[in-house]
């Protein structure tokens, strides 16, 4: 539920009829925790936050914070405690225990199977159809997913333990894992499987050995659950699987070196263009990106600092790997190797917001010699033709001499280039620390005189005294200066101050009766005149020709014979994508005649 990032509705603190709703559902929810410790997961002072958001699918959940940290979801009218919480407290629910490289599927999104489940000598907890349950790791009491089950105890043991077993919710190192401070489980030793007899375990060691490639990325895993009772033979496999992941990574023997490249020459082509990944991403990091640059859109990252960094003779082609997205290759590196740290600044539009440098995956990456720049946004297809690549277009704003004030706690001086979210956040945490907001009426907020002088006009003055959370959003954009991002292909991000320019369409009359469509500002989308004069050509069999733009040194109008706007309008849509907000003069399309 949680594998995917989910979106933030609303943040506010507990009303003290609610706090005690959470204390009693929390209470029948968990009968096992004691008045003590009701006491400290619910607490009757300290602030509790109550978080409404939505998950990837549309659902909607509610979560309870104490001390930034989620303790409890709620979904669907029924309390789920967090990894949080029952760190704190790992006895409150029944609990199977699997291997840690199952836990890391898990953390994949997968529930789980009856098969992984080890069976301790005391025999499985007893649990209904539907009840909450967790799952922990051999030799680790600490909770690592929440789930409900899938079957009752007697029915998984009718079943010959195969099928699923639990329908899994949470787990550690999820999004809503991220959304506490991040921290680690302690090792809670567990005598019954540390010391008990784990059933069939000789007898799965061989398939075990043949799956151990198939297992991904699970060395963090191990690294953060220390002790947790995993065998040798897993370790070594975890270690494996790594050094299978990272092949460009220095290796501490050289024997481990030749069983690398010897795996590197049988690997898919799935997993030589994970590996072209990785590889593009570490180097982009190391030797392009800059820390002035952060925060960096994801789309851009790609395609100015990624693209660049395939070698010669390859092509990097995302769909074509196991992540089959940036964002689920950028949510990996975040989550399980936490070289950098995505965040949604705007809606639906993702950012690189920081990059660990020390991080050892990252500095012990040794770039290759000589990359293969690709500086054309429009690229080769095998079938000869150009493929265009639409620039990335965002709306920013710019610090004014106006509003100044109430960015400068924030330490944003005047010309600071800022996303609206940035500028969102910025201003709610100014009213907040000024506390600005209306006690009887929290949706407003009262003007103190830096607001009276930066948003008001003068005649507003003595008139307005309280504004609603959007109007003073809305008045704040409006006082800043626009600015748009350009980013194309393989070009540094342009900057352009005031209203985008879009692609303008226009009929012009030449002679008696003749007319020529004008095309203009092609170069500002990345797109080259003569290839879409060329374009035109072929599609309308009418003959194009380019003629400078008055007043300016290096653009150039196309001119094509005819009312021509309707194919203009199809070319720049269907094959070059350009939205149709950036697109000028397509009103003026002749209609088709009534019959």
Request: proline share 5%; glycine share 6%.
């Amino acid at each position: 539920m949680f594998t995917k990032a989910f979106r933030v509705k609303s943040n506010t603190v507990i009303k003290g009829s609610d706090r005690r709703k959470l204390k009693v559902d929390v209470s029948t929810t968990f009968p096992l925790l004691s008045e003590s410790e009701l006491s400290e997961v619910v607490p009757n002072k300290e602030e509790i936050n109550v978080v409404k958001v939505y998950a990837h699918k549309g659902d909607a959940i509610t979560l309870y914070v104490l001390h930034k940290n989620p303790l409890f979801f709620e979904l669907e009218k029924r309390l789920y405690p967090t990894v949080y919480m029952l760190w704190q407290y790992p006895n409150v629910l029944p609990s199977f225990a699997t291997w840690a490289p199952v836990i890391q599927k898990i953390a994949g999104g997968a529930d789980l199977m009856l098969p992984g489940v080890v069976v301790p000598s005391c025999g499985l907890p007893e649990v209904r159809q539907g009840e909450c349950c967790v799952v922990k790791v051999v030799g680790n009491e600490a909770p690592m997913a929440v789930g409900i089950a899938a079957m009752s105890t007697a029915e998984m043991c009718s079943a010959g333990m195969k099928g699923r077993g639990v329908s899994v919710l949470h787990t550690f190192m999820d999004n809503l894992w991220a959304y506490g401070d991040k921290s680690c489980p302690a090792l809670i030793s567990d005598a019954e499987t540390t010391g008990g007899e784990v059933l069939n375990r000789d007898e799965n060691n061989e398939e075990g050995e043949s799956g151990e490639e198939q297992e991904t990325n699970v060395g963090e895993l191990s690294d953060c659950l220390n002790g947790q009772g995993v065998d040798q033979e897993t370790e070594k496999a975890c270690a494996e699987v790594e050094g299978l992941r990272l092949t460009k990574c220095e290796s501490e023997n050289t024997n481990e070196e030749e069983e690398e490249v010897n795996l590197d020459e049988q690997i898919s082509p799935q997993d030589e263009m994970d590996a072209l990944l990785l590889q593009c991403f570490l180097h982009a990091l190391k030797s392009r990106v800059k820390k002035s640059e952060l925060p960096l859109l994801t789309s851009s990252f790609l395609r100015n600092h990624m693209f660049p960094c395939c070698p010669s003779g390859k092509q990097l082609d995302i769909k074509k790997s196991s992540f089959k997205k940036l964002s689920k290759f950028l949510q990996t590196m975040q989550q399980q190797h936490r070289v950098v740290r995505v965040k949604e600044l705007t809606k639906g539009v993702e950012s690189l917001v920081e990059v660990d440098w020390k991080n050892p995956v990252l500095r012990s990456f040794r770039a290759p010699a000589e990359p293969h720049v690709e500086e054309d946004p429009v690229q080769m297809t095998e079938d000869g033709e150009k493929t265009y690549h639409p620039p990335e277009i965002t709306i920013l704003y710019s610090v004014s001499a106006r509003v100044e004030p109430l960015f400068r706690e924030a330490n944003k001086r005047k010309g600071t280039v800022l996303q609206p979210g940035e500028v969102r956040t910025i201003i709610t945490e100014y009213v907040k620390a000024n506390e600005l907001v209306d006690e009887n009426n929290k949706n407003y907020v009262h003007i103190n005189p830096i607001l009276c002088d930066c948003l008001l006009e003068k005649s507003e003055y003595h008139e307005v005294s309280i504004l609603k959370w959007d109007d003073l959003f809305s008045r704040t954009l409006s006082k800043m200066q626009e600015c748009s991002q350009f980013v194309i292909a393989g070009q540094q991000p342009i900057m352009k101050k005031g209203h985008i320019e879009p692609i303008d369409i226009t009929v012009a009359s030449r002679g008696s009766n003749k007319k020529v469509t004008l095309i203009k500002n092609l170069e500002m989308y990345g797109l080259d005149p003569i290839d879409v004069s060329a374009a035109l050509q072929h599609r309308v069999q009418a003959s194009a020709v380019l003629h400078p733009v008055p007043g300016t040194k290096d653009k150039v109008l196309v001119q094509i014979q005819g009312n021509q706007i309707q194919q203009v309008g199809n070319l720049l849509l269907d094959r070059y994508h350009i939205p149709r907000k950036y697109i000028q003069g397509l009103e003026k399309a002749q209609k088709g005649k009534k019959k």
